[in-house]
Protein backbone atom coordinates (compact mmCIF):
# COMPACT_ATOMS: atom_id res chain seq x y z
CA UNK A 1 0.00 0.00 0.00
CA UNK A 2 1.54 3.58 -0.39
CA UNK A 3 -0.74 6.53 0.90
CA UNK A 4 0.70 10.13 -0.13
CA UNK A 5 -0.50 13.28 1.91
CA UNK A 6 -0.92 16.49 0.51
CA UNK A 7 -0.45 19.47 2.95
CA UNK A 8 0.54 22.61 3.87
CA UNK A 9 2.48 21.22 7.28
CA UNK A 10 4.55 18.52 5.85
CA UNK A 11 6.38 18.62 8.90
CA UNK A 12 3.35 17.39 11.42
CA UNK A 13 3.56 14.24 9.06
CA UNK A 14 6.95 13.69 10.84
CA UNK A 15 6.74 12.26 14.29
CA UNK A 16 3.63 10.47 13.88
CA UNK A 17 4.60 8.70 10.46
CA UNK A 18 8.19 7.95 12.02
CA UNK A 19 7.20 6.20 15.48
CA UNK A 20 6.11 2.66 16.20
CA UNK A 21 3.62 0.63 13.98
CA UNK A 22 3.85 3.41 11.25
CA UNK A 23 7.45 3.49 11.17
CA UNK A 24 7.64 -0.44 11.70
CA UNK A 25 5.31 -0.98 8.86
CA UNK A 26 7.40 0.87 6.38
CA UNK A 27 10.52 -0.75 7.20
CA UNK A 28 8.81 -4.24 6.70
CA UNK A 29 8.02 -3.02 3.10
CA UNK A 30 3.99 -3.18 3.67
CA UNK A 31 3.53 0.68 3.50
CA UNK A 32 5.41 3.56 1.71
CA UNK A 33 4.35 6.96 2.83
CA UNK A 34 4.79 10.19 0.86
CA UNK A 35 4.13 13.38 2.09
CA UNK A 36 3.94 16.50 -0.52
CA UNK A 37 4.15 20.01 0.34
CA UNK A 38 1.62 22.06 -1.79
CA UNK A 39 3.85 24.92 -1.49
CA UNK A 40 6.05 23.39 -4.27
CA UNK A 41 3.15 23.27 -6.39
CA UNK A 42 2.29 26.65 -6.97
CA UNK A 43 3.36 28.85 -9.33
CA UNK A 44 3.20 31.91 -7.34
CA UNK A 45 5.97 33.87 -6.49
CA UNK A 46 5.51 33.97 -2.73
CA UNK A 47 4.35 30.07 -2.98
CA UNK A 48 0.82 30.79 -1.69
CA UNK A 49 -1.81 28.59 -2.13
CA UNK A 50 -4.97 29.99 -0.36
CA UNK A 51 -6.78 33.25 -0.98
CA UNK A 52 -9.69 35.36 -0.61
CA UNK A 53 -13.24 33.84 -1.00
CA UNK A 54 -15.23 35.47 -3.72
CA UNK A 55 -18.57 36.62 -2.88
CA UNK A 56 -16.76 37.93 0.55
CA UNK A 57 -16.67 35.86 3.46
CA UNK A 58 -14.34 35.86 6.12
CA UNK A 59 -11.46 33.22 5.66
CA UNK A 60 -9.21 32.14 3.20
CA UNK A 61 -9.85 29.28 0.80
CA UNK A 62 -7.46 27.03 -0.38
CA UNK A 63 -6.72 26.82 -4.62
CA UNK A 64 -7.25 24.55 -7.10
CA UNK A 65 -4.25 25.05 -8.95
CA UNK A 66 -1.65 23.43 -6.45
CA UNK A 67 -3.79 20.78 -5.62
CA UNK A 68 -4.29 19.83 -9.09
CA UNK A 69 -0.75 20.07 -10.20
CA UNK A 70 -0.03 17.72 -7.25
CA UNK A 71 -2.45 15.06 -7.85
CA UNK A 72 -2.12 15.12 -11.52
CA UNK A 73 1.60 14.47 -11.07
CA UNK A 74 1.04 11.70 -8.67
CA UNK A 75 -1.53 10.37 -11.30
CA UNK A 76 1.14 10.60 -13.84
CA UNK A 77 2.99 7.71 -11.83
CA UNK A 78 0.80 5.40 -10.59
CA UNK A 79 -3.25 4.84 -10.26
CA UNK A 80 -5.01 5.85 -7.22
CA UNK A 81 -7.73 3.75 -5.23
CA UNK A 82 -9.33 6.66 -3.87
CA UNK A 83 -8.61 10.48 -3.53
CA UNK A 84 -9.53 11.35 0.04
CA UNK A 85 -10.17 14.68 1.34
CA UNK A 86 -10.32 15.01 4.94
CA UNK A 87 -13.13 17.22 6.16
CA UNK A 88 -15.45 17.80 8.88
CA UNK A 89 -18.34 17.59 6.74
CA UNK A 90 -17.32 13.83 5.32
CA UNK A 91 -18.20 10.35 5.89
CA UNK A 92 -17.33 9.43 9.58
CA UNK A 93 -14.87 7.90 9.99
CA UNK A 94 -14.88 4.09 11.48
CA UNK A 95 -13.92 0.33 11.79
CA UNK A 96 -15.29 -1.10 8.86
CA UNK A 97 -14.43 1.79 6.71
CA UNK A 98 -11.10 1.21 8.07
CA UNK A 99 -10.91 -2.34 7.05
CA UNK A 100 -12.04 -1.70 3.92
CA UNK A 101 -9.21 0.81 3.12
CA UNK A 102 -6.91 -1.42 4.44
CA UNK A 103 -6.98 -3.31 1.46
CA UNK A 104 -6.47 -0.83 -1.34
CA UNK A 105 -3.49 -0.42 -2.82
CA UNK A 106 -2.55 3.29 -3.44
CA UNK A 107 -4.36 6.57 -1.87
CA UNK A 108 -3.67 9.82 -1.90
CA UNK A 109 -5.08 11.99 1.58
CA UNK A 110 -6.10 15.70 0.75
CA UNK A 111 -6.10 17.61 4.17
CA UNK A 112 -8.13 20.65 4.09
CA UNK A 113 -6.96 23.94 5.89
CA UNK A 114 -8.15 27.46 6.11
CA UNK A 115 -11.77 28.13 5.66
CA UNK A 116 -11.96 25.27 2.84
CA UNK A 117 -10.50 24.29 -0.56
CA UNK A 118 -11.97 25.52 -3.66
CA UNK A 119 -15.40 23.81 -3.94
CA UNK A 120 -14.70 22.36 -7.72
CA UNK A 121 -11.59 20.28 -6.44
CA UNK A 122 -14.05 18.24 -4.20
CA UNK A 123 -16.22 18.08 -7.35
CA UNK A 124 -13.60 16.95 -9.84
CA UNK A 125 -10.89 15.32 -7.43
CA UNK A 126 -11.91 14.14 -4.73
CA UNK A 127 -13.48 10.44 -4.76
CA UNK A 128 -14.26 10.33 -0.64
CA UNK A 129 -15.13 12.86 2.17
CA UNK A 130 -13.62 10.97 5.42
CA UNK A 131 -14.56 12.93 8.71
CA UNK A 132 -12.77 11.37 12.08
CA UNK A 133 -15.62 13.34 14.50
CA UNK A 134 -18.34 16.55 15.00
CA UNK A 135 -15.82 18.69 16.31
CA UNK A 136 -13.65 21.12 13.90
CA UNK A 137 -9.68 21.30 14.03
CA UNK A 138 -7.62 23.50 12.62
CA UNK A 139 -6.65 21.34 9.61
CA UNK A 140 -6.99 18.01 8.38
CA UNK A 141 -3.50 16.68 8.83
CA UNK A 142 -4.32 15.27 12.75
CA UNK A 143 -7.54 13.21 10.95
CA UNK A 144 -5.43 11.98 7.76
CA UNK A 145 -2.63 10.78 10.39
CA UNK A 146 -5.24 8.92 12.50
CA UNK A 147 -6.80 7.33 8.93
CA UNK A 148 -3.38 6.36 8.50
CA UNK A 149 -2.42 4.84 11.52
CA UNK A 150 -6.03 3.09 11.58
CA UNK A 151 -5.93 1.51 8.12
CA UNK A 152 -1.91 0.02 7.87
CA UNK A 153 -2.34 -0.95 11.66
CA UNK A 154 -4.53 -3.58 10.29
CA UNK A 155 -2.18 -4.54 7.04
CA UNK A 156 -1.44 -8.47 7.38
CA UNK A 157 2.00 -8.28 9.29
CA UNK A 158 1.79 -4.86 10.29
CA UNK A 159 1.79 -5.36 14.32
CA UNK A 160 3.26 -8.66 15.41
CA UNK A 161 -0.08 -10.93 17.18
CA UNK A 162 -2.08 -10.44 13.92
CA UNK A 163 -5.16 -12.10 16.20
CA UNK A 164 -4.75 -9.05 18.54
CA UNK A 165 -6.01 -6.40 15.34
CA UNK A 166 -8.89 -8.95 15.42
CA UNK A 167 -9.64 -8.50 18.67
CA UNK A 168 -9.81 -4.94 18.80
CA UNK A 169 -12.79 -3.06 20.10
CA UNK A 170 -15.43 -1.93 17.27
CA UNK A 171 -14.07 -5.33 15.22
CA UNK A 172 -17.78 -7.24 16.11
CA UNK A 173 -19.43 -4.20 17.28
CA UNK A 174 -18.30 -4.79 20.95
CA UNK A 175 -16.00 -3.21 23.34
CA UNK A 176 -13.10 -5.18 23.92
CA UNK A 177 -13.05 -6.85 27.33
CA UNK A 178 -10.18 -5.97 30.30
CA UNK A 179 -6.80 -7.16 30.18
CA UNK A 180 -4.71 -7.56 33.05
CA UNK A 181 -0.85 -8.20 33.70
CA UNK A 182 1.64 -9.62 36.14
CA UNK A 183 1.49 -9.26 39.10
CA UNK A 184 -2.08 -11.23 40.04
CA UNK A 185 -2.57 -9.25 42.87
CA UNK A 186 -1.28 -5.15 43.89
CA UNK A 187 -2.47 -3.74 46.52
CA UNK A 188 -4.70 -5.96 47.29
CA UNK A 189 -6.17 -5.96 43.96
CA UNK A 190 -7.17 -8.77 42.24
CA UNK A 191 -6.52 -10.40 38.78
CA UNK A 192 -10.54 -11.76 37.95
CA UNK A 193 -9.54 -15.39 39.05
CA UNK A 194 -11.05 -17.47 35.48
CA UNK A 195 -8.25 -15.67 33.74
CA UNK A 196 -5.70 -17.74 36.31
CA UNK A 197 -7.84 -20.48 35.63
CA UNK A 198 -6.68 -22.04 32.66
CA UNK A 199 -9.96 -23.22 31.55
CA UNK A 200 -9.54 -21.89 27.68
CA UNK A 201 -13.42 -21.99 26.88
CA UNK A 202 -14.55 -20.39 30.07
CA UNK A 203 -11.96 -17.29 29.59
CA UNK A 204 -13.41 -17.37 25.94
CA UNK A 205 -17.25 -17.10 27.51
CA UNK A 206 -15.76 -14.73 30.02
CA UNK A 207 -14.11 -12.15 27.46
CA UNK A 208 -17.31 -12.59 25.81
CA UNK A 209 -19.55 -11.68 28.34
CA UNK A 210 -17.49 -9.02 29.44
CA UNK A 211 -17.54 -7.11 25.85
CA UNK A 212 -21.04 -7.29 25.72
CA UNK A 213 -21.77 -5.92 29.15
CA UNK A 214 -18.94 -2.97 28.63
CA UNK A 215 -20.98 -2.07 25.25
CA UNK A 216 -24.35 -2.08 26.55
CA UNK A 217 -23.44 -0.54 29.49
CA UNK A 218 -20.57 2.14 27.57
CA UNK A 219 -21.72 2.03 23.65
CA UNK A 220 -25.61 1.02 23.87
CA UNK A 221 -25.83 2.35 20.12
CA UNK A 222 -23.32 -0.25 18.63
CA UNK A 223 -25.85 -3.18 19.95
CA UNK A 224 -29.04 -1.33 17.70
N1 LIG B 1 -10.68 19.02 9.43
C1 LIG B 1 -11.09 19.81 10.43
N2 LIG B 1 -11.87 19.14 11.29
C2 LIG B 1 -11.96 17.86 10.82
C3 LIG B 1 -12.63 16.70 11.24
N3 LIG B 1 -13.38 16.68 12.34
N4 LIG B 1 -12.50 15.58 10.51
C4 LIG B 1 -11.75 15.59 9.38
N5 LIG B 1 -11.10 16.66 8.92
C5 LIG B 1 -11.21 17.80 9.62
Known sequence: MRIDFLTVLPEMFESPLGCSILKRAQNKGLVEFAVHNLRDYTTNKHRKVDDYPFGGEAGMVMQIEPIDRCISALKAERDYDEVIFTSPDGEMFNQPMANQMSMLGNIIILCGHYKGIDYRI????????????????TGGEIPAIIIADAIVRLIPGAIGDEQSALSDSFQDNLLAPPVYTRPAE?????VPDILLSGHEAKIAQWRYDQA???TRRLRPDLLD
Open 122 to 137: REHFITKEVSIGDYVL
Open 186 to 190: YKGWR
Open 212 to 214: LER
